[in-house]
């Protein structure tokens, strides 16, 4: 056995991790209590097997690519930032990158991450045609929306627990350049703030970075961060079409110590990056697509400037209509706590593609928070604000969330259950996030 | 101007692999040998899609010296660059007692490597071009008490390598002997590595691709190594006796 975490390194259980080699072999490894496994980003327990994870990032073939249509086929282990390396200097980004481009096809798949561009292109999994999925009860099948869709549709945003994801054909997304044509905007408060993103549904990818250190006049103050891809023509002289994909610059390499983020370091974080930020407020800036789609890659191990305990990251969606108030209430309580985080992000959603998608049309909200004193109870009363409002929570993110909550914001469970049980019906497949919200006990 | 080319002799393996894209992402076309063809045609075609190289295929067993003429003269062409991968860590206590588990490790690190790269050498003497490279190890520095038997077949694999570069340098040919230290691949799967020293396979691609662009005679792939190797060797052999690892 050995001790697994997620990227927020809360909680760390006992699991029995192998790295198959081969097809064969993963299907081999499985016994009751499975899961697949990809680059761990995962904040909470969604990729730790019940008994027994599956590590897939051996598995990093692309199979085939069409530069005709942008189709490629690849195995699930491949890495985002794989993809992007290799194929944008061909002039193809996949359609979808969320804040990392540490995560696996598969990973992407299961939890049908969603990039700053989802209010007008959807999620990752409406790019993915097909998927090669060696299901709980055995068999080896190829699922896609025409050929056992509800398979398909349960596999996208499933977390992994239909089975294992092997293959994948997706689309990519042809591009002039690997550059963003960014244009910043500062909101002084949380009215203008979601006023600049409704104003930003006509641009491919927004997203506001909201200062939670600021309270009272200034609560939900902001920045926007508009962006499209920028043409050749849009280029510095001399500038690569396709800028280098630079390995982590910085790194945290130990624990620092928790009390390293505290009010003051946090307040003082907030209160320069927006004065940082506000600076290049108005024309617009190109810039390299890794800083703009991935702005933290840039510092291995972020996860550790928690502590030791690790940390745990909310992120809710509310429903458009009742979004203001909630939202003014979870930041008001956010700042009066003092302990939040570095990354506050507001973005709005649209509609999610698979059962379980996390999204729907509304806001999302993500914070962070180190594991400390009553955070959890802190969180539980949040919980109940996003399930009044009709909200609900990112399983990918989730460590904590109670059943009745899960429960609650995701009226599609049942429809979700049944085809998991049609292709599972022993109940192999369980990770640690199954069994803490789907599973029978 | 044709492309270059290069041909990963150990094609499959973790180091192999990531040798092979490094190659086929700077442009050569790749050849891929080892024991079973088939096995080869997923990553065949991985280089394909990724970076539309030709990709070629042969047959390798390195035990197999008797073949290794015919290995070199049924090439389609002479390659530009040959790369040996090849390497079987094996069991030190299994080998200990056990001759037949010894002798394929001697003959897998140290007698097939040494023999196809010394045969590719005079083709490439002849034609007056060429870089071969060796990839050896640390553990070849000096013989330790948990690796020797593998440690010593990696030891002679450096020591040709270093006598053929001697050699063959005034003909036009470079050897490049690599020390990868260790790295996170199947072969190492399980065991204890030390996390500072370690570094995952596309490091090691990297770093030989570097070193025959940058005509490097050796390379410890992390610079850590080479001071760790220093001190190793330079403990008289009163100490290193009595140290067990």
Known sequence: MTLVSGWGRFPVVDSDVLRPRSFEAVCEAVVTGSVARGNGRAYGDAAIGAVRTIGMTGFDRVRSFDPATGRIRLEAGVLLSDLIDTFGARGFLPFVVPGTRFVSVGGAIAADVHGKNHHCEGGFGRYVDSILLRTGEGETIEISREQNSDAFLAT???????????????????????????????????????????????????????????RGRDLGRSLIYLGEHAGKDELADGAATFPAGKNPELAVPVDLPSMTLNRYSIRAFNELYYRMGARRAGGDHVVSLYPYFFPLDSIAGWNRIYGRRGFLQHQCVIPEAGARAVLGEILDRVSRRGDASFLAVLKKLGQGDGILSFPLPGYTLALDFPVKGDILNFLDEIDRLVVAAGGRLYLAKDARQSRATFEAGYPALSRFNAIRKSLDPAGHIRSKLSQRLFDEV | MSRKSAIVLGGSSDIGRATARAFAKAGYDVGLAGRDVAALEPDAADLRARYNVEVGLSKFDVLDTASFNGFVSGLPALPDVVISIVGLLGTQDTAQSDLAHATMIMRTNYEGPSLILGLFAEKFLARGSGTLVGVSSVAGDRG????????????????????????????????????????????????????????????????????????????YVSGKWRLVMLIIKTLPEAVFKKLKF
């Open chain 2, 144 to 219: 330790r008490a948990s690796n020797y038997v593998y440690g010593s077949a990696k030891a002679g694999f450096s020591a040709f390598l270093s006598g053929l570069r001697a050699r063959a340098s005034r003909g036009g040919v470079q050897i490049v002997t690599v020390k990868p230290g260790f790295v996170r691949t199947k072969m190492t799967e399980g065991m204890k590595l030390i996390g500072p020293l370690t570094v995952d396979a596309p490091v090691v691609g990297d770093a030989i691709l570097s070193a025959v662009e940058n005509k490097t005679d050796v390379v």
């Open chain 1, 156 to 214: 996208v945003g499933g977390m992994g627990l239909t089975g294992i994801i092997l293959e994948a054909t997706m689309r990519l997304r042809p591009v002039e350049t690997g550059w963003i044509r960014e244009r910043v905007i500062s909101a002084s408060d949380l009215d203008a703030a979601m006023r600049a993103l409704d104003a930003g549904d006509a641009a491919t990818y927004s997203v506001a970075w909201i200062d939670c250190a600021a």
